[in-house]
């Protein structure tokens, strides 16, 4: 599916869908844990349909009602070996590939677009080291054996869904195990959100540094109903919008105190040099005089993209830096972000962790690629503000991923004439 979207600045509010990242981890504590859930979560990603499709396979009993998921725990395992679509989320794989083995289950993990060629090798060698068996064969990787507890190690500069994972998986081993994360750690606000989850569903960590001690034989055990807040990631890109305009943007019922480590957009608007008001769970973003910054990637990857259309329009040069990670996401970002914003107009290019864009008053518009990666595609809608033509999108569906209802909540704004 191609998308056209006009040229023009933006005004009006909506309303983004709940957080993908949340919702992953609390679908699964849910399923590892005991008795009914409701998760009231607005707006199914193909991600998080991803997640459920697997843990339907893995035995728990989940409806998905309007606006809610209703989630009863596993109990009884699969006897046979199960297959499980993880379509293109990698949160899904890395998160349930430590779960089948803390459950002793055999599974055929289903990969789609590029998650085949996403880091693995880490996280398959810890869990390997306890006991689990793990190889691939294309598309597919097949799990088995029962993962012991014991003593883990894992890097914190590939995926902190590695640390996610076992952190989710351990508690239910029959004895205690020790996870500890080496080198710097990045994306760390994700694996706050998994402590989050985890302290919500009772589960006792330990934590020393970024040495974790986990003791086994626990069940998470959350509320009977739970609210999957909103998501700041899918915000980002009305409040670039909002950036751009006089009258500005807003996103409603937005919870100030989110773990999710993409909020900092709020700060980094403002150090862009837009206008950002917070009321009540409604955040407003408004121009100002847009200046370059130097911005370090490494805790906030998701939001390059985005940020480089507001560095096309800035004045200018912006430095993104420690972003090498974006090359291994669903598409190699830093080439799309960079591709996609030159189509448009823009002067940006590539360095090896990172990109330099000089603002320009205006982008010319025409056609681009989203190039799979719904980020991509979702960025591009919002360069439109500031082109001089129509911007034409081409495989725009794939804002699904983590947006279902993207175009419309775009479509539902007014333009400046």
Known sequence: MNRTVLPGIRRGAVIPPASKSQAHRLLICAALGDGETVLRCDGLSRDIEATIRCLRAMGAEIEEEAGAIRLRAIEKLPGKEIVLPCFESGSTLRFLLPAVGALGLRAVFRMEGKLPQRPMTDLVRALSAQGMEVRQEGGALYASGRLRPGSFTLPGNVSSQYISGLLMALPRLEGDSTLRVTGPVESADYIAMTEDALEKSGIQLEKTGQDYRIPGLQRPRLPGELRVERDWSGAAFFLALGAFSEEGVTVRDMDPSSRQG????????????????????????????????????????????????????????????????????????????????????????????????????????????????????????????????????????????????????????????
């Open 262 to 417: 993409d909020r900092r957009i709020v700060s980094l608007l403002r150090d862009f040099g837009a206008i950002v008001t917070e009321e009540n769970g409604d955040v407003t973003a408004k121009r100002g005089t847009l200046r370059s910054l130097d911005i370090d990637a490494g805790q906030i990857p998701d939001l390059v993209p985005v940020l480089s259309v507001l560095a096309a329009a800035a004045e200018g040069e912006t430095r993104i830096i420690h972003a090498g990670r974006l090359r291994l996401k669903e598409s190699d970002r830093l080439e799309t972000t960079a591709g996609m914003l030159s189509a448009l107009g823009a002067e940006i290019r590539e360095t090896e962790d990172g990109l330099l864009i000089h603002g320009k008053p205006a982008l010319t518009g025409g056609t681009t690629e989203a190039a799979g990666d719904h980020r991509i595609a979702m960025s591009a809608a919002v360069a439109a503000a500031v082109c001089q033509k129509e911007v034409t999108i081409l495989g725009a569906e794939c804002a699904a991923k983590s947006y279902p209802r993207f175009w419309e909540d775009l479509e539902s704004l007014e333009v400046n004439a």
